[in-house]
């Protein structure tokens, strides 16, 4: 079945800099990537995703990058503020079947 | 109002009790799950409903047993609870396209 590796697992920066966290999944015919973001005491919440036809897709200061031939996807931040400090989590999916979601990064944010 | 809503959010009990969490989804979406989130964050698939019936089970104990009385609730009833179900349980829903809504969770405590 798939399986999803997700690092670091812990990433501390200063406000205004940049973060990447990085995944790999193992099932070539995954073609759903999303990225959840989960607050202290709160649920996942989706903050961007990408499909296999897509190589790159952008809002605002959050980008997500897909790599299929190397299996990897990334997710970018830019700019980042302390409110974006959370554990982020990536998945991966091949169809409608089960999301298997990453380890989780935990990222904070210093002002 | 809140899409996926799960009671209740805090669950405190004896090893042996048997306990339920119910969660229900307004967002006409027909497909829901439960996932086990463990102290290290991990996320990790229970199981999954379609209009009501099973379609994922993880190999999850038969302590554990899921109710769909419709497409728009599944409940989770947990019997003979060990230390080990010590977890933060979160319900969530599925559009046609692969997105997951997550409820808040409830965090389950086995004394």
């Known amino acids: 079945g798939e399986n999803v590796e997700q690092h670091p697992s812990t990433l501390s920066v200063q406000e205004g800099d940049s973060a990447v966290i990085k995944c790999t999944y193992s099932?070539?015919?995954?073609?759903?990537f999303p990225w959840y973001k989960q607050e202290l005491g709160k649920g996942p919440q989706l903050i961007i995703d990408?499909?296999?036809?897509?190589g790159e897709k952008k809002d605002q200061r959050i980008a997500v990058t897909l790599n299929k031939t190397a299996k990897h996807f990334s997710l970018h931040i830019t700019e980042t503020q302390p409110e974006d400090s959370a554990v982020y989590f990536c998945a991966a999916s091949k169809r409608t079947d089960k999301l298997i979601f990453g380890t989780g990064t935990r990222l904070q944010v210093f002002p | 109002d809140t899409a996926v809503s799960q009671t209740p959010k805090y669950l405190v009990t004896q090893m042996g009790n048997d306990k339920s969490i119910k969660c229900e989804q307004n967002l006409g979406h027909d497909t829901m799950y439960w996932y086990k989130q463990d102290s290290k964050k991990f996320l990790k698939i229970m199981f999954s409903y379609n209009n009501k019936e099973l379609i994922i089970n993880e190999t999850v104990p038969n302590r554990f047993s899921p109710k769909s009385p419709d497409k728009a609730h599944l409940n989770l009833h947990i019997n003979s609870l060990e230390l080990g179900d010590s977890a933060v349980y979160f319900c969530?829903?599925?559009?046609?396209?692969?997105?997951?809504?997550f409820g808040e969770g409830s965090r389950l405590t086995v004394l």
């Open positions: 969530a829903s599925k559009t046609n396209t692969g997105e997951l809504f």
């Open positions: 099932d070539s015919a995954s073609n759903y």
């Open positions: 990408i499909r296999s036809n897509v």
